[in-house]
């Protein structure tokens, strides 16, 4: 594996960095259509740590509660501001949309709003629907490193613009009773995206989310996760902590709200991982070749 230097950036296509080293840009599409497995923590978490670890990151946020928004103190109020949804239906510019600098210098963001409640409904009838995301993406992909796309928890057409907009996927898996139930479903629906609509889409990674290693449930439930996707389990997990639930309700990122808490280290730790290409087996070009063959069939 070829570590390009700080701040060790491995991803599909190249473009110079200003510090010298290789600049790649990588779409990560983070979902589960299970409601409360830590999507929008994790999107909000995450991007924080890549941005704190010096690569350009954008979070989009697709979910019309958006969470993910107002967990990095973005207001749903500002009307006059143009938001994912402009850009998806009304086809704003992505650039224009983005709000720069959110929380620290190289976090950025595109913005939900409740108009987006409709948009499952609004899209139905739009040409090439499927597409409509990653069409937008094209023109900013090359501004960023990373890009994380917050998913809403269902299996409806924003998670599927966002799935094909997507170099890959994160999946967010809650430590709980019936924590692997209804994957197969998402699995399903990523097989049927790489069949017809983006062929290059692989499995990023699966986290462990609310992890508390003194229960015997959530072990439990971490040696099936293991057993089920085996070295694309990340050796990471999200622990159930205070701090990390509290930040959102102070629209701060927990690296800003408490940067020793546990739940800060994990997700530093998190992004360490990610950003090294970690787990899954890595071709000499630097692009995971995971797919799902022998996953969940």
């Known amino acids: 594996m070829l570590l390009l230097g700080p701040p060790f950036i491995l991803g599909l296509t190249s473009k110079v960095h200003p510090n010298g080293f290789f600049r790649m840009s990588r779409v990560i599409a983070i979902a589960n259509q299970k409601g409360g497995v830590g999507k929008t923590t994790t999107a909000i978490n995450l991007g924080a740590a890549i941005a704190v670890a010096e690569a350009r990151t954008l979070v989009v946020d697709l979910d019309p509660q958006g969470n993910a928004s107002s967990g990095l103190g973005l207001s749903q109020g500002d009307d006059d501001r143009l938001t994912i949804y402009d850009v998806l239906l009304s086809g704003a510019d992505a650039k224009a949309a983005v709000r720069t600098s959110i929380q620290f210098p190289l976090l950025d963001v595109l913005a939900s709003t409740r108009d987006l409640v409709g948009a499952e409904i609004e ?50 898996i809650q430590c709980e009773f019936y924590a692997l139930e209804g994957l197969s479903q998402l699995l399903n629906t990523v097989r049927l995206v ?14 462990l989310t609310m992890f508390d290693g003194r229960l015997n449930l959530a072990r439990q439930v971490a040696a099936e996760a293991r057993e089920y996707f085996g070295d694309r389990v990340y050796k990471t997990a999200i622990p159930r902590n205070v ?15 408490d940067v020793l808490s546990i739940g800060a280290q994990s997700y530093l730790a998190l992004a360490r991982e990610l950003m090294a290409g970690r787990g899954p087996e890595t071709r000499d070009d630097g692009a995971s070749s995971l797919h799902l063959e022998g996953i969940g069939e």
């Open 243 to 257: 701090r990390l639930a509290e930040a959102p309700s102070f629209g701060q990122p927990i690296l800003r709200y």
């Open 123 to 172: 899209l139905v009838g739009a040409l090439s629907r499927e597409t409509i995301l990653r069409r937008a993406l094209e023109s900013i992909r090359s501004d960023y490193d990373f890009i994380l796309l917050d998913c809403p928890p269902s299996l409806g057409l924003l998670t599927l613009n966002a799935l094909t907009a997507s170099n890959s996927l994160l999946i967010p």
């Open 194 to 207: 790489q069949r017809s609509l983006n062929p290059h889409l692989e499995i990023e990674g699966v986290l």
